[in-house]
């Protein structure tokens, strides 16, 4: 998902937006630029590539200014160039505009300014905005931009520049994140709270067909319809810090190792140990709804999918619900079975994903009680549903999602644990679950702790160029979440499969060029996972697995092993999918990709 900041105030704007850019890096763009009112006239400066090609043009040709914005693109319509960077201008160059999201009606629009005149130097969709509030402009630029809207079909978090208004800049939002910061004497608009953090904790999350109209002193917000609202403001509870690297050379690794303190604070203040039970204040309003539930969809995509997927047998084995996974984007355009009693949690670690959202909305309209589990306070889904519960992950850099992912199974295991204690599970059960979870964070540090260990297993596998994830059961999931992880950040072909379907297709890729991570973790399923590796050696198929402390029977058949400590059967591939992790990082390392910034890949998908 591309990038944006905007600043207004007293200091020098180009260092500003740089940093914000640079910080906003982590979402994924091919192309970078800012623009800058000077002496009167609106500059832009924009590169292929990356913020630090940016930033030589930039020190080429210094500037003065205190205000401005910046972006960083992901190209969807128009291949990644300069002629294609934001911002993106009107035929004077008098307006420019950044802009997140899809302008889906933008060909007709574009049509109908053509025949009246208006040139595109462009092939994005962007252009036409800048366009139409020229096309509108009549000495309001407010009025102008909320005109030129609409008239627009589709999707946007956008900020908005005109020459003859030095001191101010408008942005609006419609299903794409904007936040406003409040500064003293600045006010900065971005993307994500990460780009300003330094500047301001102070934020304002503006809410779908909000315009704000900003100035270094004061902010006004109304609607497209002209209707003034007023929106609290919030301040931001981790620091500037949590977005720096702290001597780790990427971020995925940092965050990998910030795994048992994510867990900790996912768990902190939400289990009742005495009791055997689970609270989560954010749900309290709707425990009446939840007691009498009876079907439970959940709703998510990528590694989100993971998590609900890995839920759905925690949920099946904790309480009686009948429980569905849906990717987001098959499911909103299916017809789907809401019912009464039906209960749609919709996962995202940004809050922010276009398909769960849609899917969300879709499932609200049938008449399902809507919760939400997100990790970013103020996010669209946050607002979206009746009651949710959030990670308090801290901000995740990493495109390849990892502490998050860890978090959701914890806080989605709570879920089903709090379920379960309203029906048939036991005290004792329940005192059972809360001391699995809570052995969590350190069994998760004895994983780590074999960090070098694993990086040496990768270094005799990443020259291969495919891959075979395991699992049965519990660790079914996660054998997909693994082969994700591998392809997402080194580019080897991986898949994941059930166990038991290995022998239904997938053994004819066996053979000594195709390797195989095997959870095979202690638990009811062992027995039927060694079977499968029985299978693969005697096809001369090379083998890694995941497998309990004390399991040295497996080294008869596995070439290479990394040990987990021994848990609960459905908490034990939670220190196994971190095994996982750390595999496909070395890895990465080993083929020399780019970590952090992997090809193709935003990450938040806020569009279709």
Known sequence: MCGIIGYIGHRQVVPILLEGLHRLEYRGYDSAGIAVIEDGELCRVRRQGKVNSLAARLAERPFESLIGMGHTRWATHGKPSEANAHPHANGDASIMVVHNGIIENYQMLRAQLSTRGYQFSS?????????????????????????ALRKVTGTYGLVVMHAGHPHELVAARRGSPMVLGVGEDEMLLASDVAAFLRLTDRVVYLEDDDIVTIRAHEYVIDTLAD??????????????EAVELNG???????????????????????????????????????????????HLVIVSCGTSYYAGLYARYVFEKLTDLVVEVEIASEMRYRKTNIRSGTVVVGISQSGETADTIAAMYEAGRKGALLLGLVNVVGSTISRLTEAGVYNHGGPEIGVASTKIFTS?????????????????????????????????PEQINMVLKQANAIRAIAAA????????????????PMALEGALKLKEISYIHAEGCAAGEMKHGFIAMIDTHFPTVCLATKDMMYDKVISNMQEIKSRSGKMIAIATEGDEAITEVADDVIYTPPNLDFLQPIPAVVALQLLAYYCAIERGCDIDQPRNLAKSVTVE
């Open 408 to 440: 959701q199974c914890c806080i989605l295991t709570m879920m089903a644990l709090l379920l379960g204690r309203f029906k048939h599970l036991s005290v004792t059960d329940g005192m059972e679950i809360v001391a699995g979870l809570q052995r969590l």
């Open 248 to 294: 780790f050379s990427h971020y995925m690794l940092k965050e990998i190792f910030e795994q048992p303190d994510t867990i900790t604070n996912a768990l902190r203040g939400r289990l009742i140990g005495g009791e055997g039970m689970a609270h989560f204040g954010g749900l309290d309003k709707v425990l009446h709804r939840l007691k009498e539930a009876q």
């Open 461 to 476: 596998y990443a020259q291969y160029d495919n891959f075979f994830f395991l699992g049965r059961k519990y660790n079914y």
């Open 123 to 147: 092939e994005t969709d962007t252009e036409v905005v800048a366009h139409l509030i020229e096309d509108e402009y009549t000495g309001n630029l407010t009025q102008a931009v909320k005109r």
């Open 227 to 240: 209707k003034p609202v007023e929106r609290e403001t919030e301040r931001i509870e981790w620091q500037a």
